[in-house]
C-alpha cells in the first residue's frame, strides 16, 4: 500500500477531495492530508469525522512559508509518505519544496490557473517557475493549461499529464422538487421567469459586467425576468454593484453562497458564463455543472469549454466581452422550443461521456503508480 499525503492551501470546503477520499482503492493507496490554513474548516471536519490522518499546518502569508516547510517535512518523512500531490500556489511552494527536501521522488503538482499570473501577477510567474521545476509531474486540468505550461514557461510536455475535473453527474439528475421549490422560496423566485442564472466569482475577467447589461435589455422583453448571481463576492464588487443599481431592485438577487448548487442549478431557465478570454479559465467547472444539470447555456470559450462546446448544439457560444451578443442568444434560447430543448438534452450527453467522477479517479490511480 502506497502512503499519499495531498496538500492543500485555503482551501475550507472540497467536495472533490471527499470524492476522491470515498472513491480511490484504499486497498492501493492510503491517504494523509496536510492543510495549509490558518482556521479550522469544512474539509478538517471530514477528515476527522472519517478518521483519516490529517494535520493543519498555520499558514495566514508568504512569510509562512519557510516554518510551514520545516513543519510538512516533519509529518511527511514521520509517516513514511511516498508520494505528495499538492493543489494550489502556496500548497505547491511548501509541499513541493518540503517533499525534495526529504527525498520524496514522486511529487505531482495540479494546476488549477492558466495565464493569471502572466496577466495580472507577474511576480507569482517566478513561483510557478519554482513549483515547475522541482514537481517530477505536473497535473494539467484542461488543455489550455498544458498550452500555457510549455508555451508560456516552457515545461517539458513529457512532465505534463491532462486529467478533468471528475462529477458526480448523476446528483445533477436526482433532484428533489422539494429542495428546489424551498430554494425558489427563499430566493424570492415565485412569479419570476424566466430565471437567468450565474455562479461566478465577482472579479474582472469572469465577465459578469457583460452579462448584466445584457440582462438590462431583456427586461425590456419579459419584464418578470430574474437574474441570480451566485458566489457574489471577489474584487470587483464595486462595479458589479454600480451596474446592477441600473436594473429594477426585485429583478436580480445576490447569493454569497449556496451548498445545494444541484437543486440552485434547477430553478435558472437559462444559464451565462462569459468569461473575458480563451485562457481566463483554467477550467471552468461551471460550464460541467450546467451542462450536466440539462440547463441551456450560453458561454464564451474559455478553459474546458473550447474541448467541450459545439455551438447551436449543446451550448449557444458568445463572443468575449460582448453584452448585445449574449443579449441576442438570450433571446434566441427563450423563442425558440426546438433549440433550447435540443441544447439541454445533448448538454448532458455531452459531458456524461467524458467527465465522470470515476474517470478522473482512475486517471489518477494510474499517475499514482
Same mark, same amino acid.
Given at each position: 500500500?502506497?502512503?499519499?499525503?495531498?496538500?492543500?492551501?485555503?482551501?475550507?470546503? +472540497?467536495?472533490?477531495?471527499?470524492?476522491?477520499?470515498?472513491?480511490?482503492?484504499?486497498?492501493?493507496?492510503?491517504?494523509?492530508?496536510?492543510?495549509?490554513?490558518?482556521?479550522?474548516?469544512?474539509?478538517?471536519?471530514?477528515?476527522?469525522?472519517?478518521?483519516?490522518?490529517?494535520?493543519?499546518?498555520?499558514?495566514?502569508?508568504?512569510?509562512?512559508?519557510?516554518?510551514?516547510?520545516?513543519?510538512?517535512?516533519?509529518?511527511?518523512?514521520?509517516?513514511?509518505? =511516498?508520494?505528495?500531490?499538492?493543489?494550489?500556489?502556496?500548497?505547491?511552494? #511548501?509541499?513541493?519544496?518540503? +517533499?525534495?527536501? #526529504?527525498?520524496?521522488?514522486?511529487?505531482?503538482?495540479?494546476?488549477?490557473?492558466?495565464?493569471?499570473?502572466?496577466?495580472?501577477?507577474?511576480?507569482? #510567474?517566478?513561483?510557478?517557475?519554482?513549483? /515547475?521545476?522541482?514537481?517530477?509531474?505536473?497535473?494539467?486540468?484542461?488543455?489550455?493549461?498544458?498550452?500555457?505550461?510549455?508555451?508560456? =514557461?516552457?515545461?517539458?510536455?513529457?512532465?505534463?499529464?491532462?486529467?478533468?475535473?471528475?462529477?458526480?453527474?448523476e446528483k445533477f439528475?436526482?433532484?428533489?422538487?422539494?429542495?428546489?421549490?424551498?430554494?425558489?422560496?427563499?430566493?424570492?423566485?415565485?412569479?419570476?421567469?424566466?430565471?437567468?442564472?450565474?455562479?461566478?466569482?465577482?472579479?474582472?475577467?469572469?465577465?459578469?459586467?457583460?452579462?448584466?447589461?445584457?440582462?438590462?435589455?431583456?427586461? #425590456?422583453?419579459y419584464p418578470t425576468a430574474h437574474l441570480?448571481?451566485?458566489?457574489?463576492?471577489?474584487?470587483?464588487?464595486?462595479?458589479?454593484?454600480?451596474?446592477? +443599481?441600473?436594473?429594477?431592485?426585485?429583478?436580480?438577487?445576490?447569493?454569497?453562497?449556496?451548498?445545494?448548487?444541484?437543486?440552485?442549478?434547477?430553478?435558472?431557465?437559462?444559464?451565462?458564463?462569459?468569461?473575458?478570454?480563451?485562457?481566463? =479559465?483554467?477550467?471552468?467547472?461551471?460550464?460541467?455543472?450546467?451542462?450536466?444539470?440539462?440547463?441551456?447555456?450560453?458561454?464564451?470559450?474559455?478553459?474546458?469549454?473550447? =474541448?467541450?462546446?459545439?455551438?447551436?448544439? /449543446?451550448?449557444?457560444?458568445?463572443?468575449?466581452?460582448?453584452?448585445?451578443?449574449?443579449?441576442?442568444?438570450?433571446?434566441?434560447?427563450?423563442?425558440?422550443?426546438?433549440?433550447?430543448?435540443?441544447?439541454?438534452? /445533448?448538454?448532458?450527453?455531452?459531458?456524461?461521456?467524458?467527465?465522470?467522477?470515476?474517470?478522473?479517479? /482512475?486517471?489518477?490511480?494510474?499517475?499514482?503508480?
Open positions: 500500500m502506497k502512503n499519499i499525503c495531498y496538500i492543500l492551501s485555503g482551501i475550507d470546503t +472540497a467536495l472533490a477531495f471527499e470524492w476522491i477520499n470515498e472513491q480511490i482503492d484504499k486497498c492501493r493507496f492510503n491517504l494523509h492530508f496536510v492543510l495549509l490554513h490558518s482556521r479550522k474548516g469544512g474539509l478538517e471536519e471530514y477528515l476527522e469525522k472519517q478518521q483519516i490522518p490529517f494535520k493543519r499546518i498555520h499558514f495566514a502569508s508568504k512569510e509562512d512559508i519557510p516554518i510551514a516547510i520545516f513543519k510538512t517535512a516533519s509529518y511527511l518523512k514521520n509517516n513514511k509518505i =511516498e508520494l505528495v500531490h499538492c493543489h494550489l500556489l502556496d500548497a505547491g511552494l #511548501v509541499g513541493i519544496s518540503a +517533499a525534495k527536501i #526529504v527525498g520524496i521522488g514522486t511529487r505531482i503538482y495540479t494546476r488549477h490557473y492558466s495565464t493569471y499570473h502572466h496577466m495580472y501577477h507577474t511576480k507569482g #510567474v517566478w513561483y510557478d517557475r519554482i513549483i /515547475n521545476k522541482l514537481s517530477t509531474k505536473i497535473v494539467a486540468v484542461s488543455e489550455v493549461v498544458k498550452e500555457v505550461l510549455v508555451k508560456y =514557461e516552457k515545461v517539458n510536455p513529457e512532465k505534463i499529464t491532462v486529467i478533468h475535473h471528475g462529477f458526480p453527474l439528475l436526482e433532484i428533489d422538487e422539494n429542495k428546489v421549490n424551498w430554494l425558489k422560496l427563499q430566493y424570492h423566485l415565485k412569479g419570476k421567469k424566466p430565471v437567468i442564472g450565474v455562479i461566478a466569482r465577482q472579479t474582472k475577467w469572469k465577465g459578469i459586467q457583460y452579462i448584466i447589461p445584457a440582462f438590462e435589455r431583456l427586461l #425590456v422583453d441570480i448571481l451566485a458566489n457574489a463576492k471577489g474584487d470587483y464588487q464595486k462595479q458589479i454593484s454600480q451596474l446592477l +443599481a441600473n436594473l429594477p431592485e426585485r429583478s436580480f438577487t445576490q447569493i454569497g453562497f449556496e451548498e445545494d448548487l444541484f437543486s440552485l442549478y434547477q430553478c435558472f431557465d437559462l444559464f451565462v458564463h462569459a468569461p473575458v478570454n480563451y485562457h481566463a =479559465e483554467a477550467f471552468g467547472q461551471v460550464y460541467i455543472e450546467a451542462m450536466a444539470a440539462g440547463i441551456p447555456s450560453i458561454f464564451t470559450l474559455s478553459g474546458i469549454a473550447s =474541448e467541450l462546446v459545439n455551438g447551436d448544439e /449543446n451550448a449557444l457560444v458568445a463572443d468575449y466581452e460582448n453584452s448585445d451578443s449574449i443579449y441576442s442568444n438570450m433571446k434566441l434560447l427563450l423563442e425558440n422550443t426546438e433549440l433550447y430543448q435540443r441544447i439541454s438534452i /445533448n448538454s448532458k450527453e455531452a459531458v456524461s461521456k467524458r467527465f465522470k467522477l470515476e474517470t478522473m479517479i /482512475n486517471k489518477l490511480m494510474k499517475l499514482y503508480e
